[in-house]
């Protein structure tokens, strides 16, 4: 018998990628079955298509609830740029090499290297502040910028997650996706972060 309610807080966390499509299409099935799910997450890539109403909280207290058109005014538009990105740019590069291709540049946004191409023997790659580096090998680039998207002068998409609200201290960083939002985020504690994996660097 299905339960006629569920609470659920942050369900897939810790889970991969397999095991969130798996644990959706059981909630899937349970909500063709009638029951009432309340989901709590923050992400929102993960609920986009999957909920009849969404509600925002702040400190609280509800500021926003309806369904996500609803929600969008007009003009408006949604960015769902996460780690993903860097996941389909691995996928993507690591594909090509099961294919034999042993020199390869994959750039969706975040960018993956292999190899070394001739005749210079690496890749040269364009940061969004203009400067140019150098790649060789085995590699992972990503850029993490509060200028990257907008809402207004002083709101942009990368939110600290203590406050819900867009990161005052937010600098532009240039690393390997999920550590450079982080670093984005809190600087002050880049080296901490980077230096915990090795061959990472970051350019502030």
């Known amino acids: 018998m299905s339960p006629r309610l569920l609470l659920l807080d942050e369900p897939t966390s810790g889970l991969d990628p397999e095991l969130r499509l798996s644990f959706y299409g059981i909630i ?4 063709r079955q ?8 923050h992400l929102l890539t993960e609920l986009e298509e999957r909920t009849d109403r969404i509600a925002i909280l702040d400190r609280g207290r509800l500021v926003a609830d309806g369904t996500l058109d609803a929600l969008l005014a007009p003009g408006m538009a949604v960015t769902l740029n996460g780690i993903a990105q860097g996941y389909a740019t691995d996928r993507v590069a690591d594909l090509l090499r099961a294919h034999g ?9 975040e960018t993956r290297i292999t190899g070394r191409p001739e ?4 890749w040269r790659i364009a940061l969004p502040d203009g400067r140019i580096i150098e790649l060789a ?5 990503a850029t993490s910028s509060p200028d990257g998207t907008r809402f207004s002068p002083c709101c ?3 939110f600290d997650p203590t406050t819900g609200r867009s990161a005052r201290d937010a ?5 390997a996706d999920a550590l450079s939002t982080a670093a ?19 350019l502030l």
Do not use: F, K
Request: overall charge negative.
């Open 184 to 202: 984005a985020i809190a600087p002050q504690r880049a080296a901490e972060m980077i230096g915990a994996v090795p061959g990472a660097y970051t």
């Open 119 to 122: 005749p210079r023997g690496a």
């Open 156 to 158: 942009h998409y990368l």
């Open 137 to 141: 090998g085995d590699a992972a680039l």
């Open 101 to 109: 291709l042993a020199t390869v540049l994959v750039h969706l946004g």
């Open 34 to 41: 009638g029951t009432a799910m309340l989901l709590s997450s």
């Open 28 to 31: 899937a099935d349970l909500a």
């Open 171 to 175: 600098v532009p960083v240039t690393l």
